[in-house]
């Protein structure tokens, strides 16, 4: 993509606060951004840490504990799974922001329902460069 063809809102663990929100509806809204992708990607720091929290009873100071604790639920939801527990968390957190950003924001559902936007989830390889589309 060129200069000024995304619209990016950018946070550790892929969460959506009220800012983001914000930020995501307004791109949609009023430039038009016909697609929303929530993208995880693997080795995320912020999921790491919400892993931590779930196996090791980590806790962490400031506000990167209640960054993580969004993430928290996505983990539990992994722990014991075959595969990678990060890996598997990441995608599963891209999966429920996805969701809920299509259903928490009338404003966000109301396109969805009319076509005029879709809002996926996808994973990024950091090692090659390759984005996964997960269902």
Not at 23 to 49: F, K, Q
Not at 76 to 84: H, Q
Not at 87 to 109: G, K, Q, Y
């Amino acid at each position: 993509m060129g200069p000024g063809e995304l619209f990016v809102a950018r946070n550790a663990g892929n969460m959506v606060d009220t800012a983001t929100m914000g930020t995501v509806e307004y791109g949609a809204e009023h430039l038009g951004a016909p697609l929303v992708v929530v993208l995880g990607h693997e080795r995320c720091g912020a999921v790491a840490a919400a892993c931590d929290v779930v196996i090791k009873k980590a806790t962490y100071p400031g506000s990167i504990g209640p960054m993580v604790k969004p993430i928290v639920p996505a983990a539990i939801a992994m722990n014991g799974k075959p595969g990678d527990f990060v890996d598997n968390t990441v995608r599963e957190s891209a999966r429920r922001t996805a969701t809920r950003i299509a259903t928490a924001s009338p404003i966000l559902s109301r396109l969805v329902k009319d076509g005029k936007l879709k809002i996926v989830a996808a994973r990024y390889d950091l090692d090659d460069g390759k984005v996964e589309y997960l269902s």
